[in-house]
Structure formats: structure tokens, C-alpha cells
């Protein structure tokens, strides 16, 4: 009965148009008024007590990396470097955005930031050779959300904080997960390449190709600081959310000299109202939390998931058809926040390993980001590449069902995320 009075009146809320995050806090209320356990007190405690947590420091000195990186130049001399290396090939601009999409994800951990970033450099570039442009933003949406997956990861933070899990082992345990992303997407563009009739660049010498490399070396540099100081314990998750905004402060400002006092100031200002969003979600998303611990709605449901507790694949696979299909009508962190006190007790009954449920789960929301109507990079992707949200949902379908594929491998050979995360103890 509780479940349903949440679900109910959770999907009520955002249907009569509620923000997210208050229909959350409602949702909450409302199962206390169900109990008799309403208590004001109690709301505005577990409100609190869900943005006052060290870890989600990280958050807003992850967001602000990525602005700098993207003000400061970081994002265009890493497509420079890329296209001076495959540009050359034939369909060589999908490539780039591909490679491009992976070194940024190891940049900044925003899709939003790195599909803009993507679309508005190499969108204009492709429709310019003569690339269908709606399968040009449908390259540059599917490539933005390896963000997610690859640390530095604003989801796997928020997962982490929400279900108690290691956020330093997710991080490492989300690198070949997020290069597989890349890879099978490099598989599903050279098919999708072959059908197009588009110019090819001419080859770079090699001394231009060394030189875009020294320069784009500090962008790189990045990723190597992080996932190093990771792996060595030299700093926490939230330290090297620090580390990286004043690294990429540092580049853009004194190295590559595209930084000033008016754009460092509209980076502070996006990543404040991009902040404040994130942590308003997780605050309110505290209280039904709270409520589904309290009410016991993790053993309803794992109640009626018994029969496949002992079939630990297939009650992977019924949680993440269940996590794609709200893809398609919520957001990311909502989706994180609502699902992960769900899910995460069913996991840990099942002696399921939660690093690698959260590995996937995160990677099933990222998809969920390029599924229309909702598909939060898809309409940037839109936007910023001047198509319709029509065009854009045709376009990314080959790379769509490409990542769909490569979450059921996972799904199938678990082996493939933790094996790999072995690696990196």
C-alpha cells in the first residue's frame, strides 16, 4: 500500500507540473500522513541532513571544472587534437567527436557541458562536409553522456553518497565501462559513415599532429591528475573535485590565456545556478528517502521480486528495464535519487556486488538522457545544433541501440566492469 501511495502521488506531482524536487519532498510527506508519523521537525532535519554532506562538496567544484575547461579552451584544443589524429579518416569528424567525448568526460563529468561543448564546435564543422546533420547531433549526444561514466562523475557521486557505497572504487570501476562506450560507438559510426557521401580532410604532417599534442597536453594532464591521486590515495573524491577547478582555472588563465575576470565570472554565476539545482534535489530527495526506509518500500518490492533473488541477472535486468523506461520521462539525478534507496537493499539481499550495480545503473541513466521526449542532452543537442528534437531522436537511434547493446553485454558478463575494477586496487 505504501509503495503505491508514493508512486502515485510522486507521478501525480510532476504531472501536474510540481518541480521535481518538491514533488519528492511531497512524496515523502505524504507517506508520513499515510503512517501517522507527519512531524515537520523531521522533514526539515532529513532536508538538511541531505545537502549537509562533505562529499557533495564535490559537486559544484566538479561543475565549475568543467565551465573553466570549456571558457578556458581546454574543450577546443582536445577536438583540434583529436581531428589531427582521425579527422583524416573517412567519416574522420564523427571520430573526433567520439574521441573527443571520451577525453572530456575525463575532464569535466557533465553531459550537458560536454554535448554543448561538442555540438557547438564540430556540429557546424560536419554539415559544413556534407554530414547528415540530424546523425551529426545524434554522434554528439551519444558521445556526451560517456561523461557520466568516466571520473571525474557527478552521478556516481550523488550514488555514492545516497547508497553508502565507495565513491574513489565507482570512479575507477567506471573507466573501462566508459572507454567500452566509446568503442562500440566508434562501431556503430563506421557503419553509419560507409551509407554517407562527405569530404574528407586532408591527413595532418606529423610535426603539426606533435605540436596540437603539446598543446592539448595540458587538457590531459587533467584526467591523469585525478584518476593518479585517486589511485594512490593522495586526495579524496572531493579533493580532486577542488584539485581539478583550480587546475583548469590555472590552464585557461595563465596557459592558455582565454580566461578573464567577465568569463571566470559568468563560470562562477552557471555553476551556482547549476549547483543550487543538484543540491535542492538531493536535499528534498532526503525526505523520501527517509520515508522509504521508514515504510519498508525496499522489502515490498523485493518481496515481489523474491521469485528472481536467487537469479541475480535477471533481477539486474527487470531493475534496469524498469530505470530505462523512467529514463524516458525523468531526469538523471532524479532518477538516481528516487531509485537507488529502492534498489540498493534488493542488491545487497541478492549479494550482488554494489559497485558494479552502480556502474550500470549510472550508465542506464546516462542512456536515458538521449531518450526523447525527455532526453535532457538530446533537446541541447537540439538546440545547439539547430535541428528539431524530431531530427535529433532519428539521428541518435544506431547509437542508441549500440549503448542498449552494450548494457545487456554488461548485464549478461558482469566479468566486464569487475574484472577490469580489479585493476585499479
Known amino acids: 500500500m505504501t509503495a503505491i501511495v508514493f508512486i502515485t502521488s510522486l507521478l501525480g506531482l510532476i504531472a501536474m507540473g510540481l518541480p521535481i524536487a518538491f514533488a519528492l519532498m511531497f512524496a515523502g510527506v505524504a507517506l508520513m500522513l499515510l503512517t501517522g508519523q507527519f512531524d515537520a521537525q523531521i522533514v526539515v532535519q532529513n532536508a538538511i541532513a541531505g545537502a549537509d554532506n562533505f562529499v557533495l562538496m564535490a559537486v559544484p567544484f566538479f561543475i565549475l571544472a568543467g565551465e573553466f575547461m570549456n571558457a578556458g579552451g581546454l574543450s577546443k584544443r582536445i577536438v583540434e587534437m583529436a581531428s589531427a589524429f ?47 546533420p540530424a546523425r551529426a547531433c545524434g554522434l554528439m549526444a551519444a558521445s556526451g553522456i560517456i561523461a557520466p561514466v568516466i571520473p571525474p562523475s557527478i552521478g556516481f557521486l550523488i550514488f555514492g553518497v545516497v547508497a553508502n557505497v565507495s565513491i574513489t572504487r565507482l570512479f575507477l570501476a567506471g573507466i573501462v565501462p566508459g572507454i567500452m562506450m566509446g568503442l562500440v560507438l566508434i562501431i556503430a559510426w563506421w557503419i553509419v559513415a560507409r ?26 594532464m587533467l584526467p591523469v591528475i585525478i584518476i ?9 573524491p572531493t579533493e580532486s573535485a577542488v584539485v581539478a577547478a583550480a587546475y583548469a582555472l590555472f590552464v585557461g588563465l595563465v596557459v592558455y590565456r582565454e580566461l578573464d575576470g567577465p568569463k571566470i565570472y559568468e563560470c562562477l554565476l552557471s555553476t551556482a545556478r547549476t549547483t543550487s539545482v543538484v543540491l535542492l534535489l538531493a536535499s528534498l530527495a532526503m525526505v523520501a528517502s527517509y520515508m522509504i526506509t521508514i515504510t519498508d518500500i525496499s522489502g515490498q518490492v523485493g518481496e515481489s521480486l523474491q521469485g528472481l533473488s536467487e ?28 531509485f537507488t534507496p529502492v534498489f540498493l537493499p534488493i542488491v545487497r539481499a541478492a549479494d550482488i556486488d554494489p559497485v558494479y550495480f552502480g556502474v550500470i545503473f549510472i550508465m542506464n541513466c546516462s542512456i536515458g538522457m538521449i531518450t526523447p521526449p525527455v532526453g535532457v542532452v538530446l533537446n541541447v543537442v537540439s538546440s545547439v545544433g539547430k535541428v528539431t528534437l524530431s531530427q535529433a531522436a532519428r539521428g541518435i537511434m544506431p547509437f542508441l541501440l549500440a549503448l542498449m547493446a552494450l548494457l545487456i553485454l554488461l548485464i549478461l558478463f558482469p566479468a566486464l566492469v569487475t574484472v577490469p575494477a580489479q585493476w585499479w586496487r
Not at 572530456?104 to 561538442?118: E, F, N, P
Not at 593518479?228 to 579524496?236: E, K, N, W
Open 311 to 338: 537469479h541475480p541477472m535477471i533481477l539486474i535486468a527487470a531493475m534496469m528495464f524498469v530505470v530505462f523506461l523512467a529514463g524516458m520521462v525523468l531526469d538523471f539525478i532524479p532518477i538516481v535519487l528516487i
Open 195 to 220: 551509407r554517407q557521401q562527405v569530404a574528407v580532410s586532408p591527413r595532418v604532417p606529423w610535426g603539426r599532429r606533435l605540436r596540437l599534442l603539446g598543446r592539448g597536453g595540458w587538457a590531459l
Open 86 to 132: 582521425v579527422g583524416h579518416l573517412r567519416g574522420g569528424l564523427g571520430y573526433v567527436a567520439i574521441f573527443a567525448g571520451i577525453l572530456l568526460a575525463s575532464l569535466s563529468g557533465s553531459a550537458v557541458a560536454d554535448t554543448a561543448a561538442l555540438a557547438a564546435i564540430l556540429v557546424p564543422m560536419m554539415r559544413q562536409a556534407g554530414y547528415d
Open 228 to 236: 593518479g591521486g585517486l589511485r594512490f590515495g593522495i586526495f579524496t
